[in-house]
Nanobody, 128 residues
Framework: QVQLAESGGGLVQAGGSLRLSCAAS????????MGWFRQAPGKEREFVGT????????YIAASVKDRFTISRTGAKDAVNLQMNSLQPEDTAVYYC?????????????????????WGQGTQVTISS
């Protein structure tokens, strides 16, 4: 079983920055991916970014690619999501997810159904 521990959410003003971190424990895997999704109130969960574990290739959603960066930390199964120039529309619960499948092309990991493990979520609130 894999456990995902998220940290770094909070309340910031528009234009500010936050960094979310996620670390996996338990069974680990060298293929697959670790990424972030978000869900705003009344909206469907959407892809934010992911890192392929086989080669550390990163993929970021077009809607945030100019402001968000995803990276793998020094720890093998840990990823960070750096969020800059945050806007009120970025307000959501952010979920870390891990997929044990692959490796596949990055677009495969943009779909939440292709992830096997999920964190509990961390709230990110941006005030205007």
């Amino acid at each position: 079983q894999v456990q995902l521990a998220e940290s770094g959410g909070g309340l910031v003003q528009a234009g500010g920055s936050l960094r979310l971190s996620c670390a996996a424990s338990g069974r680990t895997f060298s293929n697959g991916a670790m990424g972030w999704f978000r869900q705003a109130p009344g909206k469907e969960r959407e892809f934010v970014g992911t890192v392929k574990l086989s080669d550390s290739t990163t993929y970021i959603a077009a809607s945030v690619k100019d402001r968000f960066t995803i990276s793998r930390t020094g720890a093998k199964d840990a990823v960070n999501l750096q969020m800059n120039s945050l806007q009120p529309e970025d307000t959501a619960v952010y979920y870390c997810a891990a997929s044990s499948r692959g490796p596949y092309h990055g677009t495969y990991y943009a779909t939440d159904n292709n992830y096997d493990y999920w964190g509990q979520g961390t709230q990110v609130t941006i005030s205007s």
